[in-house]
DNA sequence: ATGGCTAGGCCCCCTAGA
């Protein structure tokens, strides 16, 4: 079974190379992030027509998440976080997704930005952080596969960037921010790609100026976090890099994990099939 | 990054992103 995260920045905008990547990558789950439209804004049927069944949790001109699934899932409803009746940005979005005899459950975020730090948007960040650390402790309590996957807008470590010295003092890159990383993961949850390859110089993000594409100036801020009945079943993760030279791309790239013993849909194909 | 792109909005200049 393949989960993908993909912050496409504007599913209107990035629709043709969405379904081109679908359909070379043939995902089983994807989570995207900042959609940036209304619920009814959304191209469903074009996706749907690739085989895939659309759950939306958007808003307008900002934010918005979606999930994608080949297999029936059952979607949390309302979409968004726990923890804050009063917050208005959508940026959470969870599902049970069926997946041979047993269930996955995926939850898709896109974790703010928080930049200008010290202020009021660094608070929300924080806060929002607080509030996926709570609902995260009260999904683990489940024991089932939990993949929490997106953009949470943090650098983990140095070597999560091709210049850690440009960010210093940057709401993804700030000794709170880490700290509220390292809770989260203290709860029992694997970063699933740290958990296959401990090198460095692997991004998800590269800005679009200053030529950072070009100069490999990127940052991993784009994760899978796995509960231990996920973690147990992990096989391999891959950094879909090449969508970022794409024509007209996201400024982010997808990144996949295969689950094994989890019932992969007859369409789908190994993560080591798609690497030949 | 002192912000060099990119996207959305009601839109010819602003906000936001990371």
Redesign the pocket.
């Known amino acids: 079974m393949l989960i993908a995260t993909w912050?496409v920045?504007?599913?209107?905008?990035?629709l043709d190379l969405v379904t081109r990547w679908l359909e070379e990558a043939r995902p089983d789950v994807v989570c995207l992030q900042?959609i940036?439209?209304v619920d009814e804004a959304f191209p469903r049927a074009e996706i749907e027509a690739l085989g895939y069944n659309v759950a939306v949790h958007g808003q307008?001109?900002?934010?918005g998440v979606a999930l994608l699934s080949r297999a029936p899932m059952e979607v949390e409803s309302p979409g968004g976080l726990p923890g804050d009746e009063s917050d208005e940005q959508a940026r959470y979005i969870e599902a049970a997704v069926s997946a041979g005899d047993g269930v996955v459950r995926v939850g898709g975020l896109?974790l703010?930005?928080g930049?200008?730090a010290p202020g009021p948007?660094y608070d929300y960040k924080l806060g929002w952080m607080d509030r996926l650390h709570a609902h995260a402790s009260a999904r683990l309590k489940l024991e089932e596969p939990f993949i929490l996957a997106g953009?949470y807008?943090v650098i983990p470590e140095p070597r999560d960037a091709r210049?850690p010295?440009?960010?210093?003092g940057?709401?993804?890159f700030l000794p709170e921010t880490h700290g509220a990383w390292r809770r989260l993961l203290a709860l029992g949850f694997t970063d699933a790609l740290r958990a296959t390859d401990e090198g460095g110089d692997i991004y998800t993000?590269w800005?679009?100026?200053?030529?950072?594409w070009q100069k490999n100036?990127g940052?991993r801020?784009d994760h899978l976090l796995l509960s231990p009945q996920a973690a147990d079943r992990l096989v391999a993760v891959r950094v879909d890099k090449h969508v970022r030279s794409w024509e007209?791309p996201s400024?982010?790239v997808p990144v996949v994990i295969e689950l094994a013993g989890v019932e992969r849909s007859a369409q789908s194909r190994s993560l080591f099939q798609a690497a030949t």
């Open positions: 912050n920045n504007s599913i209107k905008s990035r900042e940036k439209c307008k001109t900002y934010n896109y703010p930005n930049n200008p948007k953009d807008n210049r010295e440009n960010w210093v940057d709401a993804l993000f800005d679009y100026q200053a030529g950072a100036n940052i801020i007209r400024d982010h």
